[in-house]
């Protein structure tokens, strides 16, 4: 049988989360009288919770002591998570229940890979936790993408090599973790900022259950 593995981002791919953290930065940001856009949110985008602050911090210049950076690290949690108070099923991206769904049919190894703690509650939240084989995410790994460890681990914990894995991705850290680990990397997004992907498409309804298929028989 032709099982391959089908690793999956959360933020900004399955669900469209990215917005709130941005949002909830931004208010840190702007508290600190750092100036934050979305072109510098980019660089934040697949990065764990606690390297973001450090990249926010760096572009201010501000030095911090870790009693400040925990305070601001809860209250940005905190800020983000009200966002998510209400979500549902309705927020899951258009495009992405077609292709869980094809891949359930035809028993192929689906996997998430993200870097956020929160994760799980919004897989439950969102009511697809039941499509995910393997759930790595933030409390699972150390090293923070662009290492390719969330992914390597997924991979792993599904019994597939990694030249038979592939990554849905829309941040650049992503892809280039998913480069590194040897798997294929597909940008979800901006073809410029994710240049680097194997494939991209700038959303899932932009990809034809065709390129699954032929994925799997690859
Ligand atoms: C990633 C997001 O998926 O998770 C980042 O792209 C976020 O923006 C990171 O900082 C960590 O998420 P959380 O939910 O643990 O703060
Ligand atoms: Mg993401």
């Known amino acids: 049988m032709n099982k391959k593995a089908f690793i999956f981002d959360l933020d900004g791919v399955i ?9 909830a930065w931004q208010k840190i940001a702007s508290q600190l009288g750092i100036e934050f856009t979305p072109e510098h949110n980019e660089k934040l ?23 400040e950076k925990d305070q601001w690290l ?18 899951i991206l ?21 870097a956020s703690k929160n994760a799980r509650p919004i897989l439950e939240k969102t009511g697809i936790l039941r499509y995910f084989e393997v759930i790595i995410d933030g409390n699972d790994v150390s090293n923070a993408k662009p290492d390719p460890e969330v992914f390597l681990q997924a991979a792993q914990k599904l019994g597939i090599e990694n030249a ?28 410029q900022i994710l240049h680097e992907a194997n494939y ?11 390129f699954i298929e032929s994925l799997i028989k690859k």
Request: glycine share 8%; hydrophobic share 40%.
């Open 15 to 23: 669900v469209d989360t990215a917005k709130y953290h941005f949002l």
């Open 45 to 67: 985008k697949g990065v764990s919770r606690v390297r973001s602050l450090d990249i926010i911090l760096e572009l201010g210049n501000i030095d911090a002591s870790q009693v």
């Open 74 to 91: 809860k209250q940005k949690n905190e800020d983000y998570l009200s966002y998510l108070v209400n979500m549902d099923y309705s927020e």
């Open 94 to 114: 258009p495009g992405v229940m077609p292709v869980l769904e094809y891949l359930k049919e035809h028993n192929q190894g689906i996997a998430l890979g993200s």
């Open 164 to 191: 038979q894995s592939f990554v849905f991705e829309d941040s650049e850290a992503g892809i280039q973790a998913a480069n590194i680990a040897g798997m294929t990397s597909i940008g979800i997004g901006d073809a």
């Open 200 to 210: 991209i498409f700038r959303d899932f309804t932009f990809m034809d259950l065709h």
